[in-house]
């Protein structure tokens, strides 16, 4: 069982940037690939970023590529996602997602609650 909690949402003014962190508990923290998603209403759940368990792979969505960065830090079992160059579009609520390396977020994965980022114009 793994027990996610984002925290470091907020407001931004486009070009600023906001950094999200994902505290995990569970002693195989390391051992889960994690990733960020992202919700708009009325839209599905979209894929922003993944990271591996050792923290040595990772993969964006086309729409962050080269803005966000996903990087880990297992002694403190936490994720992160440094988002810079925010743009309007990027407002949404962030997910973090854990699930079994190899393993669906979808299908067997463990959520947060979810934190909203907004960006203003």
């Known amino acids: 069982q793994v027990q996610l909690v984002e925290s470091g949402g907020g407001t931004v003014q486009a070009g600023g940037s906001l950094r999200l962190s994902c505290a995990a508990s569970g002693r195989t923290f390391s051992g889960h690939a994690m990733a960020w998603f992202r919700h708009v209403p009325g839209k599905e759940r979209d894929f922003v970023a993944a990271i591996s368990g050792s923290g040595r792979s990772t993969h964006y969505s086309d729409s962050v590529k080269g803005r966000f960065t996903i990087s880990r830090d297992n002694a403190n079992n936490t994720v992160y996602l440094q988002m810079n160059s925010l743009k309007p579009e990027d407002t949404a609520v962030y997910y973090c997602?854990?699930?079994?390396?190899?393993?669906?977020?979808?299908?067997?994965?463990?959520w947060g609650q979810g934190t909203q980022v907004t960006v203003s114009s």
């Open positions: 997602a854990a699930t079994r390396e190899g393993g669906s977020y979808y299908r067997e994965g463990y």
